[in-house]
């Protein structure tokens, strides 16, 4: 790590490992230098007997493996990652979890929207992309995002695992795949029963449970943007949309189907974050909450907050349509006058 004046900056008072961290202030270099911070301060440059310099280049070649997309690129890599280290903290998990496990959700996290492409897998199949042919319509971005990470870390200069032994590496990999297949939105609700059928009765000897857990926290970190500040999070919405509008505007070029969430002509920021807040967020952090209720203060009540903001620029705009409407309306009364 530099000794510059920024890098200080970064991780003074431990703001690296909190959900306010502004993640809009950074240049890449910054960031992988936080990444690399994160990979040293969790203990697991030491655990997976790393080279310090193999786990900078890995990083190097994670950053080139992430496009120039709206929302999909290595600074979104970036928050999921942040997220997660927050998390692994605050829920305290390096007393619950072992370090193989840390090791697993971060790496995971890093690794999981690798060279994605900027349209979702609903384009990929319906499209019938490479992408789609290749997996068989079977979450094709995330099998891709799986397949570029296991690429990256077979250069032997980039291999962070070169020196955990063949078994372990087995367990580890297959880990890490499970974790990003978990994060496909398809699977949303399958993946959020199973771990509500175990959160009452959770038993983090059970292997079953830890597995379960660790798909929930990557998919918490993954969608959490939410809960960070509003001046934080709500340039997101703006990348987001304007990721789906790309892809919404060239599927009416293509001819192929349009989800409303994703139409220009239809969607508000408000509705498109109020019901996504209300009944994917909520319910998900709520459920962790269970397990964890020190999110409560610092994770679920900032997603209520948003949610009751977006419900206030909703009434706004509603109000404004309604005004519209009424001075259209007498402005066409009047020329019948």
């Known amino acids: 790590l530099s000794d510059s004046k920024e890098s200080k900056q970064i991780f ?12 809009w202030h950074w240049e890449h270099n910054e960031m992988l230098s936080c990444l690399e911070y994160m990979y040293h301060d969790l203990g697991l440059v030491k655990e997976f007997n790393m080279n310090p310099i193999t786990l900078k280049r890995w990083l190097l ?20 990652s942040q997220m997660m280290y927050g998390m692994i903290h605050l829920c ?33 199949i319906n499209a019938r992309t490479e992408l789609a042919v290749r ?18 870390l077979s250069l032997p200069e980039c291999n962070i695992f070169a020196n955990v032994d063949p078994e372990a590496f087995k367990q580890i990999r297959q880990a890490i795949i499970t974790l990003i297949l978990a994060t496909d ?20 000897t059970n292997e079953e449970h830890v597995t379960c857990l660790k798909m929930v926290l990557i998919k918490c970190c993954d969608i959490s943007n939410e809960v960070r500040p509003t001046e934080v999070a709500e340039p997101w919405v703006d990348c987001l949309l304007e990721e789906y509008f ?23 920021k408000p509705t498109a974050q109020i019901g996504f807040i209300k009944f994917v967020l909520i319910p998900m952090f709520e459920t962790v909450m269970k397990l964890f209720p ?32 009424l001075t259209a309306h007498s402005h066409s009364l009047l020329k019948e006058i």
Do not use: W
């Open 294 to 325: 020190q999110i409560e203060e610092i994770m679920v009540q900032p997603l209520r907050d948003s949610r009751d903001h977006y419900e206030e620029l909703k009434q706004i705009d509603d109000a404004m349509t309604e005004v519209n409407t």
């Open 61 to 80: 070649g994670i950053q080139e493996n992430y496009r120039i997309n709206p929302f999909h690129n290595f600074r979104h890599c970036f928050c999921v």
């Open 135 to 152: 997996y068989n319509d079977i979450s094709p971005l995330e099998n891709h995002h799986c397949a570029v990470a296991f690429q990256i």
């Open 12 to 23: 003074s008072s431990s703001t690296l490992k909190k959900p306010t961290f502004d993640v």
């Open 92 to 124: 305290n998990l390096q007393e619950k979890l072992t370090l193989t496990d840390l090791g697993i959700l971060m790496t995971a996290a890093v690794c999981h929207d690798l060279d994605h492409p900027g349209y979702n897998n609903t384009y990929q």
């Open 185 to 204: 939105m398809a699977r949303h609700g399958e993946i959020l029963d199973s771990f509500k059928h175990k959160v009452d009765n959770f038993d983090f």
């Open 246 to 268: 790309i892809q919404s505007d060239r599927e009416k070029s293509e001819g192929l189907p349009v989800a409303p969430f994703m139409d220009r002509d239809k969607v508000t």
